[in-house]
T-cell receptor, first 115, second 108 residues
Framework: GAVVSQHPSRVICKSGTSVKIECRSL??????MFWYRQFPKKSLMLMAT?????????EQGVEKDKFLINHASLTLSTLTVTSAHPEDSSFYICSARAGQGYEQYFGPGTRLTVT | GQQLNQSPQSMFIQEGEDVSMNCTSSSIFNTWLWYKQDPGEGPVLLIALYKAGELTSNGRLTAQFGITRKDSFLNISASIPSDVGIYFC????????FGTGTSLTVIP
């Protein structure tokens, strides 16, 4: 149980284009989903928290107009990187939490490369 | 946000040896979680701890919720090559915080 998927696993895009990453909880309903960014050999950096049906809460320093988050259902959240630049290249990981539980279950991550 | 301090930062051990790592915080936590991340993958939950003093095992892994609620320990017994990866602690206080990670290398 508690499986989270992400799609795509890898994406290469040109500078200036937008990329959408999907995060799905496959066998549970996720009232809260989280988006992280991870640089090589570093820990995960929380970008934003999203609750189903409401606006995402962004961490300080994360541009909400650049990283658009939508949590339209209890099993799906999307992160759209708009007008991507090479410095947006990174490993993006989502996680999901069921109800009031403390455990977060992570997706397999998406490697974004902006050329 | 705040990050939890993990130590050691990296470990190189011989197969069969036991491993210990810990995580400390300046804040009190209600829950401690331990994750393992393989290269190019997302973290996988290993053990969850819910109350101070709790000791929980998952196969060769044992984790403890520190009595002060500001630290946690993870032990791996009789390490094997597939234990290689980065181990992260995470804690829930008023927010969810991630550790800085401990990179484990097991030499066959």
């Amino acid at each position: 149980g508690a499986v989270v998927s992400q799609h795509p696993s890898r994406v290469i895009c040109k500078s200036g284009t937008s990329v959408k990453i999907e995060c799905r909880s496959l066998d549970f309903q996720a009232t809260t989903m989280f988006w992280y960014r991870q640089f090589p050999k570093k820990s995960l950096m929380l970008m934003a928290t999203s609750n189903e049906g409401s606006k995402a809460t962004y961490e300080q320093g994360v541009e909400k107009d650049k990283f658009l988050i939508n949590h339209a259902s209890l099993t799906l959240s999307t992160l759209t990187v708009t007008s991507a630049h090479p410095e947006d290249s990174s490993f993006y990981i989502c996680s999901a939490r069921a109800g009031q539980g403390y455990e977060q279950y992570f997706g397999p991550g998406t490697r974004l490369t902006v050329t | 946000g705040q990050q939890l301090n993990q130590s050691p930062q990296s470990m190189f051990i011989q197969e069969g040896e036991d491993v210990s790592m810990n995580c400390t915080s300046s804040s009190i936590f209600n829950t401690w979680l331990w994750y393992k991340q393989d290269p190019g993958e997302g973290p996988v939950l290993l053990i969850a701890l819910y109350k101070a003093g709790e000791l929980t095992s998952n196969g060769r892994l044992t984790a403890q919720f520190g009595i002060t609620r500001k630290d946690s320990f993870l032990n791996i017994s009789a390490s094997i090559p597939s234990d290689v990866g980065i181990y992260f602690c995470a804690g829930n206080g008023n927010q969810f915080y991630f550790g800085t990670g401990t990179s484990l290398t097991v030499i066959p």
